[in-house]
């Protein structure tokens, strides 16, 4: 079998994984740069019987199946991927199997993006190393503020004990059992997403991205946050109307995003997420640790090996 690593941006998928157990049965490379053109990714890839991808860094649609004969095996990290057309894959006889992981790191990294928002950080920061003035900007206590949670899953019910540390009032919203899931946590319900929006000085953004939650922040939501409101997104770009929140925060430079996933990803050079004073964005970074890459990359050698042997673990199905 020849297995072809994509998306390994950082050089890393090698060094996370004990890939000798497939020494003599596969033969592996691997691709850091970023996905080049179709025309080109197809070229690359068609000689290879099966791809390990990095989340949805790489689409993976009808057409790619198509033009893809050899491919028998697709693992992904994580045991969800937006990239991946399920149907498509099992149409063309494609295995695809997915990773998890332990962990929730994406938590932690909205939690250090709302800190570092709150208190100017990054700019600070980058003041001190320039030898620029000394202090320049007044920070913001979260203590006594109120944290508004869009989804209560495994990711917003760690944000919400990290908020409750913080001696701030939280404030939850899902899309089914609000009271019964926010009395579990000891957070109060909101009685709808625009009383969340309404009530929080803070909004952070933890749902899962399907066709019902696309763009459920959109201008209308958008002008319901209060003066200086911070939006934190850390879960799926698309959640939010992404023109909306630049017209929006172009036009109140109170209102500040700290952002980690976007529409487009990378970031395209002229987007004005980059140049936004009021932005505070970070490269997509929720789950890049390495615990969690030691976690996928594991699962994925794992993931060969019971497909060699004709027992596949962790199959996606449409």
Not at 105 to 114: G, T
Request: proline share 5%.
């Amino acid at each position: 079998m020849r297995l072809a690593i994509i998306d390994d941006y950082q050089n890393a998928a090698r060094a996370s994984a004990d890939w000798a157990r497939l020494d003599g049965r596969v033969e592996i490379d691997a691709f850091h740069d970023l996905a080049p053109d179709r025309a080109a990714l197809i070229a690359r890839l068609r000689p290879y019987d099966a791809i390990l991808c990095m989340r949805e860094r790489t689409r993976f649609d009808a057409a790619t199946f198509e033009a893809l004969p050899n491919l028998r095996l697709l693992v992904t990290t994580g045991m969800r991927n937006a990239a991946i057309d399920l149907g498509a894959a099992q149409a063309r006889g494609v295995v695809v199997c997915g990773t998890r992981a332990a962990s929730a790191p994406a938590a932690e990294l909205a939690w250090a993006l709302l800190l570092a928002a709150m208190r100017h950080l990054t700019d600070e920061a980058q003041a001190l190393r320039a030898g620029r003035p000394w202090q320049t900007t007044l920070g913001r206590e979260l203590a006594g503020r109120a944290l508004g949670i869009v989804g209560l899953g495994k990711l917003g019910t760690k944000v919400a004990r990290y908020a409750q540390a913080f001696d701030m009032q939280v404030i939850g919203w899902t899309r089914a059992d609000v009271p019964a899931r926010c009395a579990a946590l000891g957070i109060d319900a909101a009685a709808s997403l625009d009383d969340l929006l309404t009530r929080s000085d803070v909004v952070t953004l933890h749902a899962a991205l399907t066709p019902q939650t696309r763009g459920m922040i959109a201008a209308r939501e958008l002008a319901l946050l209060r003066p200086g409101a911070v939006l934190v997104n850390t879960a799926r770009g698309p959640l939010v109307d992404e023109a909306a929140l630049i017209e929006a925060l172009t036009a109140r430079p109170d209102l500040v995003a700290a952002l980690d996933v976007f529409d487009v990803e990378p970031l395209p050079l002229d987007h004005p997420f980059r140049r936004l004073p009021n932005v505070l964005a970070s490269p997509h970074l929720g789950y890049v640790t390495q615990e969690t890459y030691r976690a996928w990359h594991g699962e994925a050698v794992e993931a060969v090996e019971a497909f060699l042997a004709g027992a596949p673990l962790r199959v996606l199905s449409p």
